[in-house]
């Protein structure tokens, strides 16, 4: 299984704090308690809490969290005593479950407003509480949680029944539902689905399945009525299903079939199976998504047309489909570029100059990349913004921060994370910068990185891409003959920098080496008696990381790109992602089938722009630095 680092949930060890004061061990013991759900040993660990201490609100909320009886008074109060907090936000949100489970419908209307961030159960016992009162001024919002493929909460179900009971859900809007379930591949919630349909038109149970797990043998059986709606439904599913598979055999079994489809059905499944084939670089799906056209495809569907005719050089279709996405996705910045690079080359230069200069205006790969085609005359200079000591030692002072500081020092990190990103999620920008650069005072680099980051106007690049450990990453860069700019560019996304990192594949340290690769290495550099938490140690974990990030360069032509996606999905895939002849690596990039590798790639050669620039390196424009990817040679 390939690791996508940044996709992954870190894990991380507790740190012994720096300092102790008062309190802290019953703290550690109290959060312990609570992780086992041992009301006793939080009960007595509390008692070893000052009431001054600046986590006793946790104590609180951890005891409330554990205690089932007599809790509504308590938890009004504590709401009322740490008003705005992390705490009051996350005991409000399970209170407000609790009172959905009750149907306590008046107190969950009176509370229901206060909270910062609903989730889906939320938002259905909410529109429930109002059809209890008889209000039904948000009827529209409730219908249109019908309409997604994914899993809804189980709060939901009464709400959707109520709707189906008034009317308000009808039957085809059952169908559109059972559709997006399969879109999504998620055939459990299409058969769940199904049982809003009348007895007659519901298709059995087995056959979801049947089409999941064996999509070719249920296509050549005389399973399926093609007669039938249900039937149909499941065909196209099935034919998804063997798509993924193999696009060679879903295309014959839809020549077989094809007269039993009405033509939105047929573009349909030609939709579903070119985007497999584009998923696998195969050339003829330009000409499937041509059979299917583009208003029976979705936006995911239609991005894969574009990633396609990207490989083909057909800049007239990439402008056409891209023109055709959704508003929401045609604004988004890849298309936004790839739209602007289409009309360039379609020779339409003012309008693509247009988009490339808002674009050029925002900080990541594709705002990059817009810059160099308007050239150095347009490029703005980066702006630094400092901020004094004043306005970090007013940050720190913030109760949120406070408490952030405090369980970070007590090794209580995943704590630490969530208070303090729910303390800054209202900051002005230099506030941000303030409390970034009182977390880098604290060694706390990804907070640094990911608070600077959120900057709207000021912006301070230094703290955006910060080099700890520089020593170490200079010596393994010289010894590999690795750019610099490129090792701390991937470091700084696999890890932010978090030495104690694990991921949940068990990829560790800096350059989030897996226990597997670190051997091979190991052996490879003649170390003896090795063991994988070696990884730990941040001048073996880079000196390993540079070594490998090496390897595969070496072994992929050099071009650094293919060596990136190959770090984070494999040698083998970043070489089977090929053509037999040379391509723009931004074209490779953009047509990378993992969405976590595709993203990954993009930041870890922007990151290197910026750290170039941060080390006084020759300026080099990054559409150089992607370079061209060599031709495949061989089958892929």
Known sequence: ?????????????????????????????????????????????????????????????????????????????????????????????????????????PQYLAEYPRLVSPDATHQCYAYRAEWAQGDRSHQREAVAMWFTGRDMPSACTPLFEQMIEAGLIREEDVWRRLRLALDANNPNVARAVANALPAAQRPAASLFERASRDPARLLNTDSLDLGQRSHREIALYALDQLARRSTTEAEQALHKRAMQFDTEELRTAW????????????????????????????????????????????????????????????????????????????????????????????????????????????????????????????????????????LYELGLRREASEEWVWTIRTFSDAQLLAAAELARRMEWYDRAINTAERTRELHDFELRFLAPYRELAQKAARENELDEAWV?????????????????????????IMPATASWIAKRLGIRDFHPREMQDPAKNIQFGAYYLKHVQTSLDGSPVLATAAYNAGPGRAQRWRDTRPMEAAVYIESIPFAETRDYVKKVMSNAMYYAARFGQPSVLLKDRLGTVPPRKGPP
Do not use: C
């Not at 309008?351 to 790969?365: G, P, V």
């Not at 701390?488 to 991921?503: C, D, I, K, W």
């Open 271 to 406: 939709a579903r199976i070119a985007t497999s084939a584009a998923r696998r670089h195969e050339p003829v799906a330009l000409a499937w998504f041509q059979q299917a056209g583009v208003a029976p495809t979705n936006d995911f569907q239609r991005e894969w047309w574009v990633r396609a005719a990207l490989r083909a050089g057909e800049w007239q279709t990439v402008q056409l489909v891209i023109e055709s996405m959704s508003d929401a996705a045609r604004a988004e910045p890849v298309w936004r570029y790839w739209r602007a690079r289409a009309l360039q080359a379609n020779g339409q230069r003012t309008a693509s100059n247009l988009l490339f200069l808002a674009l050029a205006r925002e900080h990541h790969y594709y705002g990059q990349l817009a810059q160099e085609e308007l050239g150095p005359v347009l490029q703005a200079p980066v702006v630094k913004n400092k901020t004094g000591g004043d306005h970090v030692e007013a940050i720190a002072r913030l109760p949120g921060v406070a408490r952030a500081q405090a």
């Open 488 to 512: 701390f560019g991937l470091m700084r996304q696999e890890s932010r920098f978090v030495n104690v990192a694990r991921s949940s594949v068990g990829a560790s340290g800096l350059m989030q």
């Open 1 to 105: 299984m390939f690791r996508i680092i940044g996709f992954f949930l870190l894990v991380v060890w507790p740190v012994a704090p720096v300092w102790a004061a008062p309190g802290d061990a019953a703290v550690l013991q109290a959060q312990q308690a609570f992780s086992a759900r041992k009301l006793t040993d939080l009960e007595r660990a509390a008692r070893a809490v000052p009431d001054d201490h600046v986590l006793s609100p946790y104590i609180e909320y951890w005891r409330l969290m554990l205690t089932s009886s007599a809790r509504d008074a308590r938890i009004a109060d504590f709401l009322a005593r740490y008003p705005g907090s992390r705490l009051a936000e996350a005991l409000r949100a399970d209170w407000l479950k609790s009172l959905g489970v009750r149907e306590a419908w």
